[in-house]
């Protein structure tokens, strides 16, 4: 008789995997590590992809804490793994335990997709930079490479993410605004190199960070294409406005990384102004898209995968 998989697995599970497992119809060979994990909405969105390329395996979450994280990567490989997702609070932790990193990866200095080599060996992958640059591309029809870029909340772990994809994609320009003003400081230092160019010098810097203040925002606007939210700010109707709405302009698009409440109030705020806004929804399928192609080298079923994820999501709001 086949049984339904935990809802939630833990480390104990981890270390008998084939006793915590037996019976599944499929097995689980990719997970998602987090603490807490039960959240997650990764197994609603790779299952039904899993199932539409064919692939015998099914994804689960596992709840691992801190202290346990480095014996649980480790683990991965004797338990049968093809891979797993890490998120909060592993991402940056786990670089410390690939054998191998891409280049994102290093450049963002987190990991969010592990991918478990036949001999044993962990490869490190980041793929929230690449699925923010899809889910633009997805939503506005546009490149990073021909926007000029305001990233709010660069300080934080998305932030960062998102401004090291568009150096990397060599964005026209990058503007890295922070409530911590060091750490926007410290990013746009590292990310200083992929901004000198032959082109000629415009009105503004291509690289520039700026402080979270009404005017500095103001004298930005006439320079910028693409307003992305990367805090945590707008996930409560209580929250405050990240931006005064009257200085958003009808020729820029809104991407809120925040995906519940789906319709933010930036999001409200930039359709009122008449400019274009997404939710960070896309986002999530696409890395979600970008792990399960580093995980298997073919092109993800991103339309069993949307299927998928907007299901769980309207089931979660219907709660
Ligand atoms: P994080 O590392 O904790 O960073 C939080 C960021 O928000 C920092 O820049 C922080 O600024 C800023 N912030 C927090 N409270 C603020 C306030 N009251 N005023 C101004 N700035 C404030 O979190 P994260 O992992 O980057 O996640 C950030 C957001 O992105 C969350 O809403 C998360 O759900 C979303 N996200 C979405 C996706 C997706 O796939 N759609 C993926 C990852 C994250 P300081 O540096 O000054 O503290």
């Given amino acids: ?44 969105m790779h299952n039904p992809g899993l199932a539409a390329a064919g ?23 004797a338990a049968g793994f093809i891979g797993t997702n890490v998120t909060i609070p592993h991402k940056t932790e786990t670089i410390a335990h690939m054998t191998e990193v891409t280049e994102v990866a290093r450049r ?13 060996s962990l ?7 690449p699925g923010f640059q899809r889910a633009v591309r997805e939503e506005f029809s546009v490149d990073l490479s021909d926007l000029r870029v305001m990233i709010l909340g660069a300080g934080g772990g998305a932030g960062r993410a998102a401004a090291v994809q568009c150096a990397m994609d060599r964005c026209e320009r990058l503007v890295l605004v922070n409530r911590t003003l060091d750490k926007a400081r410290e990013l746009a230092t590292e990310l200083r190199d992929f ?7 415009g009105p503004v810097d291509r690289l520039e960070v700026v402080p979270w203040d009404h005017d500095a925002l103001a004298r930005q606007m006439d320079h910028v294409d693409l307003i992305v939210n ?16 009257s200085l958003i302009q009808p020729h820029q698009m809104i991407y809120d990384m925040i995906y519940a409440p789906a319709r933010t109030r930036l999001i409200a705020d930039a359709l009122a102004e008449g400019a274009r ?23 993800a079923p991103v339309e069993a995968m949307r299927r998928g994820l907007n299901t769980a ?7």
């Fill in 277 to 299: 806004a997404a939710n960070g929804l896309s986002m999530l399928l696409w890395q979600g898209a970008i792990s399960f192609e580093f995980w298997f080298n073919r092109e």
């Fill in 123 to 129: 490869i490190g992958h980041n793929s929230d930079g």
């Fill in 230 to 245: 990367s805090t945590s700010l707008g996930m409560k109707r209580s929250d405050e406005a990240l931006l005064p709405p």
């Fill in 195 to 201: 901004f000198r160019s032959d082109r000629l010098a």
């Fill in 313 to 319: 999501v309207a089931e979660r709001q219907g709660r």
């Fill in 55 to 77: 692939i015998a395996a099914q994804y689960v979450r596992l709840h691992i804490r801190p202290e346990e994280l480095g014996e649980a990567l480790r683990a991965l490989p």
């Fill in 108 to 120: 963002i200095g987190a990991v969010n997709t592990v991918l478990v080599e036949e001999d044993g």
């Fill in 1 to 44: 008789m086949s049984t339904e998989p935990k809802p939630v697995y833990d480390f104990s599970d981890l270390k008998d995997w084939p006793a915590a497992t037996a019976g599944l119809d499929l097995p689980a060979r990719l997970s998602v590590f987090g603490d807490p994990v039960a959240h997650s909405l990764s197994p609603q």
